[in-house]
Structure formats: structure tokens, C-alpha cells
């Protein structure tokens, strides 16, 4: 996002949680799922995602259009929500769009923040990501947008069988409905970040030649919260190929301490 989506965005997200501290679970549960369904709608809708994110049509306008459409199908709180969302000058309007997802993000991890399952929905989601890494061909097809949503949406419950916490699910089913042209299992490592930034932690995932101990997963911990300067939630996943040693991954940063990765350093320097 350029600079002013990136205001506009903190704007909305300080209203909104303004917002979730004086409302019901009910209520935060219906602004979840709402919001993203607004995003889906201006994501679909050309015309309708232009006019509403146009900085030069007129702030009164604006509302007066999301009122219009909306405002027998939301709760009210949903609809002030968007009210306020509409009235911010964003770069561009697919900004609005990506600004509203983050927003019914934003809703449904504190409605499990408020259960005390924002860390399980963040592991959760973490398995989820493997599931569609090691399943190309199931990642694909669960973000096939010719194919239709509610069709995509019963193969994610197959997959899940039941096994997830509803906000997992909210979040995921809102995932598949409307990818926008983007890898699910990029979107699904967005998601475990911002669990994780509900939790004010950064997400670091780890590949391991093999098992680690309790004891040296709390010394990475101690090692990347001293590196970072914020805790850290460690995400860790087997890969015999690495031979031994770790990858790390933290957001862009990628430390490669692995075995495979030495000798593959070392081969550059070989003779061709």
C-alpha cells in the first residue's frame, strides 16, 4: 500500500477496535463475517469498488452509496464500520478492498482473543499452510475462482472436518470465497501472521532436519526475541532433505543454518 492507504488502514483499525471493546460476541462474530463479505462484494464489482474509493466523489456521497446497499443486509456496527472505511482517501480502490479484509481480520481474531483461542487458531492455521503446501493440487483447486465459492468452501469443510475453532474456519471459508487472484497458501501465511500479531509476536517458521527438544525450541525462542526485539512464535515442521541444522524464516528474512544449505554454498565454489 502507498502511504495514504497505509493512514487510512490505521485510521480504520483504531476505530474498530474502538468498536469491539463495547461489543457482544454475537454482534463481533456478524462484523467478521460482514466485513469480509463487503470486501468479496467491492472485490467482484467494478463499478461499485470504483465509486466508493474515488477520493474526488464526495465523502457525503460515499456513505450515502454503502447505506444504500448495505444498510438493510448489516448490523449497524458493520455498517458504521464501513461508513468510516468509505470516508479515508486510499491510493487506490483496490486498497479499500485489501483495507476491509484486514478489517474482518482484525474482527474475528479478537473475538478470539476475547475466547482465549487466538493461539490455538494461530496453530491452526500454521497446520492449514502445510496441508496446502504439501497438496499443491488441493491449494489450487480451493482457489480456483471459476469454480464456484459454495463448491470450494464444502471441500475446505472436508478438509477441516470439524476439526477447526469457528474463527479458523470464518477466517479460511473468507480466504477461499474471494482469493483475488492470490496463492491460498500465501494468504493462509498472512492470517498466521496477523494471529500471531494479535498476540504481539512475530511468526517464525522453522525447518528442522530433524526433531527438536523442548529445550532447544526455548533456546531459538531466547535467540530470535533477542534478535528481533519482540516475542516470537515458533512454527516448527520436519524436513528430512535438510540433512541437519535449520532454515528460519521470519517474515522476508531467511536464515539458512542447514546442512543441504552449506553444501549447496560450498558446491558454488567447486570447479564446473
Do not use: C
Not at 479499500?96 to 474482527?107: F, I, P, S, T, Y
Not at 479458523?168 to 498472512?190: C, D, K, M, T
Amino acid at each position: 500500500m502507498q502511504p495514504a492507504s497505509r493512514a487510512a488502514l490505521a485510521t480504520a483499525r483504531e476505530r474498530l477496535e474502538e468498536r469491539i471493546a463495547e461489543t457482544s460476541d454475537a454482534d463481533l462474530t456478524h462484523l467478521g463475517t460482514e466485513l469480509g463479505a463487503a470486501a468479496a462484494l467491492l472485490g467482484r464489482e467494478t463499478g461499485i469498488r470504483r465509486h466508493l474509493g474515488d477520493p474526488s466523489a464526495s465523502v457525503v456521497a460515499r456513505q450515502e452509496m454503502v447505506e444504500a446497499l448495505l444498510g438493510s443486509q448489516v448490523n449497524r456496527i458493520t455498517l458504521d464500520t464501513l461508513s468510516d472505511a468509505v470516508a479515508l482517501r486510499w491510493s487506490r480502490p483496490l486498497d479499500l478492498v485489501d483495507g476491509l479484509e484486514e478489517l474482518a481480520r482484525q474482527a474475528l481474531l479478537a473475538l478470539a482473543e476475547r475466547d482465549g483461542s487466538v493461539e490455538d487458531v494461530e496453530d491452526e492455521l500454521f497446520r492449514f499452510g502445510r496441508i496446502l503446501a504439501d497438496q499443491p493440487r488441493l491449494a489450487a483447486i480451493l482457489g480456483e475462482e471459476s469454480t464456484a465459492a459454495q463448491r470450494r468452501v464444502d471441500l475446505l469443510d472436508t478438509v477441516l472436518a470439524g476439526r477447526a475453532t469457528p474463527v479458523s474456519r470464518l477466517l479460511l471459508e473468507q480466504a477461499v470465497r474471494a482469493p483475488r487472484r492470490r496463492h491460498l497458501g500465501e494468504i493462509v501465511e498472512e492470517l498466521v501472521d496477523r494471529a500471531a500479531g494479535r498476540r504481539e509476536r512475530s511468526v517464525a517458521q522453522v525447518s528442522a532436519g530433524g526433531p527438536l527438544s523442548a529445550q532447544q525450541q526455548q533456546r531459538l525462542l531466547d535467540i530470535l526475541a533477542r534478535i528481533y526485539r519482540r516475542p516470537i512464535s515458533l512454527k516448527v515442521e520436519l524436513d528430512p532433505g535438510l540433512l541437519g541444522g535449520l532454515v528460519i524464516r521470519v517474515g522476508d528474512e531467511v536464515i539458512d543454518g542447514s546442512v543441504a544449505g552449506r553444501l549447496e554454498k560450498a558446491g558454488q565454489w567447486l570447479p564446473r
